[in-house]
C-alpha cells in the first residue's frame, strides 16, 4: 500500500487567521454596545455593587484625607464616577482586545511556520542530517525513545525550536530563506492593491514591518503595553499574515512537492496569492502542480474536478 505524503494543513490555518479580526471585531461592538447601556443606565455591569461599595469606602477616605490636609476634595459622585468610568469604561477594554488580537495573529503564525517545517522535515527526512548536525541524540536519548518515528519526531522538534528561538529576521533570511529556499526576504511584502488597508496601516508592509508587528507582541506580553489603537490596523496585519502564510505554502509545494489537505485549499491558496507579489503565471503553475499531488496521492474532494477544470483553462 503506498503511504500518503503528510498533509499541510493551510486552509486550517489560513481560516483562522481571518477569524480572529473578526472575533475581535464583534468582541468591540459586544463593549460598544454595553458601554451604552450603562451610560443609559439600562442594567448594571457584573459586580458593579461591590465596585460601588468599594468606591464608597474610598470616596469616603478621599474626602477625610482632603479635610486633614486643607485640601479641597471633588464632590464625592464626581470622584465615584470618575474611577467608575476608569474601572468599566469601553475605551480600556477596546485597546486589551486589540492588543490580545495581535498576540493571537502572531501566536497563529508562529503555529503555522512550525507546522510548515515539520510537514517539510516529514517528507523530506534527509533534510536532517545537515540540519540537525549539531543537535542529534546521544544513544541514551535513543533507547528511551524506543523507535524510528520517535526518533524522528525528537530530531523535527530540535530543528523546529531551534528556528522558534530565533529573532523574527533571522528566521526568515537565515531559516526559511536559506536554509529550507522557501522564500527571498524581499518577497515578504503585502501586494500593492492591498497595502493602503488604513490612514494607520504602515506604509510598507514588508519583513522590516514584521519585526516590527512581532516587536510589539514582545512589548504587550513581557511590558504589558497596549501599542495598537486602531482595529483596522490589526485586520491589515490579519492580511499581511496571511500572504505570509500563503507565499510559503505556494513555495513549499513547489521547492518539496507538499501535498495541501483538499482542492478547497488549493483554490483558497491560488485565491490568496493575490495577497502577495507572485506573478499570476507562477500561481496558475502552483494550482496545477498541488491538484497532480493531490490526484496521484489519492486525496482530492468534490470541488477538485472544478478547480482542475479552472486551472486546465
Not at 450603562?38 to 470616596?59: F, H, Y
Not at 488580537?101 to 508562529?110: A, D, F, K
Request: net charge negative; charged share 25%.
Amino acid at each position: 500500500m503506498k503511504e500518503e505524503l503528510p498533509i499541510l494543513l493551510y486552509q486550517e490555518h489560513a481560516t483562522r487567521l481571518i477569524q480572529i479580526p473578526w472575533a475581535i471585531g464583534f468582541a468591540l461592538k459586544a463593549v460598544q454596545n454595553r458601554e451604552e447601556e450603562l451610560r443609559n443606565n439600562e442594567t448594571q455591569a457584573p459586580g458593579m455593587a461591590v465596585i460601588d461599595s468599594m468606591l464608597k469606602t474610598v470616596a469616603d477616605l478621599h474626602s477625610a484625607q482632603g479635610t486633614s490636609t486643607g485640601l479641597k476634595a471633588p464632590p464625592e459622585q464626581v470622584f465615584v464616577n470618575e474611577i467608575a468610568n476608569t474601572l468599566v469604561g469601553g475605551y480600556p477594554a477596546t485597546e486589551i482586545l486589540l492588543n490580545l488580537g495581535l498576540v493571537m495573529l502572531c501566536t497563529q503564525l508562529e503555529l503555522f511556520l512550525n507546522h510548515l517545517i515539520d510537514i517539510i522535515l516529514r517528507a523530506e527526512p534527509r533534510r536532517l542530517m545537515d540540519l540537525a548536525s549539531e543537535k542529534g541524540l546521544s544513544g541514551r536519548e535513543i533507547i528511551e525513545l524506543g523507535d524510528y518515528h520517535s526518533v524522528m519526531r525528537r530530531l523535527r522538534d530540535k530543528v523546529i525550536d531551534e528556528i522558534d528561538r530565533a529573532g523574527t529576521r533571522e528566521k526568515f533570511e537565515k531559516h526559511y530563506g536559506k536554509r529550507f529556499r522557501l522564500l527571498q526576504p524581499c518577497q515578504i511584502r503585502l501586494s500593492q492593491s492591498y497595502r493602503s488597508v488604513s490612514s494607520n496601516a504602515p506604509e510598507n508592509w514588508d519583513l522590516g514591518t514584521l519585526v516590527e508587528v512581532f516587536d510589539q507582541r514582545h512589548e504587550i506580553v513581557h511590558e504589558g503595553a497596549l501599542p495598537v489603537r486602531h482595529p483596522d490596523y490589526l485586520q491589515g496585519v490579519g492580511f499581511f499574515f496571511n500572504s505570509i502564510q500563503t507565499l510559503l505554502a505556494i513555495n513549499a509545494v513547489m521547492e518539496y512537492g507538499i501535498r495541501l489537505e483538499s482542492g478547497i485549499s488549493v483554490g483558497l491558496a491560488r485565491g490568496f496569492g493575490k495577497l502577495t507579489e507572485l506573478p499570476a503565471a507562477y500561481l496558475d503553475e502552483f494550482q496545477k502542480k498541488a491538484l497532480q499531488i493531490l490526484v496521484s496521492d489519492g486525496g482530492g474532494n468534490s470541488q477538485l474536478g472544478l478547480l482542475a477544470g479552472g486551472a486546465a483553462g
